[in-house]
Nanobody, 121 residues
Framework: QVQLVESGGGLVQAGGSLRLSCAAS????????MGWYRQAPGKQRELVAA???????NYADNMQGRFVISRDNAKNTVYLQMNSLKPEDTAVYYC???????????????WGQGTQVTVSS
């Protein structure tokens, strides 16, 4: 059983910063990529940023420069530093772990339960 536990969401004023964390736990041998998605009310879930085990990153076009993703492979933890937040960044942020190899050699994708980020104007 693998779990992703997110933390760090909350309420912040426009222009402020938040740091999200997501720790994966369980019988994990390796995780290919970890990332963050977000879903605002009435909108589809969208990619925010992702990072591979080798450190390669991918950002949504409108978030690069304000958001920074990082990862601690030893702790199976991914972070998202969000700066210069805008009201339109308000959403539920979900952690995602791709190609998690578990006991037995099989792999799965996992999602966290989501953490609310609210940016007030």
């Amino acid at each position: 059983q693998v779990q992703l536990v997110e933390s760090g969401g909350g309420l912040v004023q426009a222009g402020g910063s938040l740091r999200l964390s997501c720790a994966a736990s369980g019988s994990i041998f390796s995780i290919n990529a970890m990332g963050w998605y977000r879903q605002a009310p009435g909108k589809q879930r969208e990619l925010v940023a992702a990072i591979t085990s080798g450190g390669s990153t991918n950002y949504a076009d409108n978030m690069q420069g304000r958001f920074v993703i990082s990862r601690d492979n030893a702790k199976n933890t991914v972070y998202l530093q969000m700066n210069s937040l805008k009201p339109e960044d308000t959403a539920v942020y979900y952690c995602h772990a791709a190609r998690v190899v578990v006991a037995g050699g099989t792999w799965y994708d996992y999602w966290g339960q989501g953490t609310q980020v609210t940016v007030s104007s």
